[in-house]
């Protein structure tokens, strides 16, 4: 049996499946690393890690988060389409407010750039090329259209 926790599944579709070919030019990939996690804190730690419904870690989940990470992605993206951050865990309730702040500044401004980067290509790669067709169509019709000077 095949087991594959729901984002690990939804991010192996997306990438593999769904565009195979072109996951190169179409897909980026954002990694938060959360430094010194502390599990004694399990209203704050359930927010950030994949725990059971005992309340204990999901062992499961986390070594199927861990492969797609660290072994699929680096196969499927080059490390130009993947993105590290790290936060630190502020003991015992969650996140530093301040380095989460930082995080999140960041985070928008790799966004950002990174699917403007994304658009600008395939712009170039599949719009530009359609209008340099259409252009010499119609330079051709124009040509083709007069009569023939003997």
């Known amino acids: 049996m095949d087991v594959h926790a729901v984002t690990e599944r939804e991010v192996r579709r997306a990438i593999r499946d769904k565009c195979p070919t072109s996951a190169e030019r179409h897909c980026l990939a954002y990694v938060r690393h959360i430094d010194d996690v502390n599990l ?34 680096p196969t499927l993206l080059s490390t130009d389409n993947v993105q590290h951050f790290t936060v630190q865990w502020k003991s015992p309730s969650g996140l530093d407010v301040f380095s989460h702040d930082d995080y999140l500044n960041s985070f928008c401004n790799t966004f950002f750039s990174s699917v403007a980067c994304c658009i600008y290509f395939c712009m170039v790669f599949h719009y530009f090329p359609t209008i340099h067709v259409h252009s010499c169509l119609k330079v051709l019709k124009t040509i083709l259209s007069r009569k023939k000077i003997s």
């Open 40 to 73: 004694s804190d399990v209203r704050a730690v359930r927010n950030f890690v994949d725990m059971t419904s005992e309340n204990d870690v999901d062992v499961e989940a986390g070594r199927l988060l861990s492969e797609l990470r660290d072994y699929l992605l």
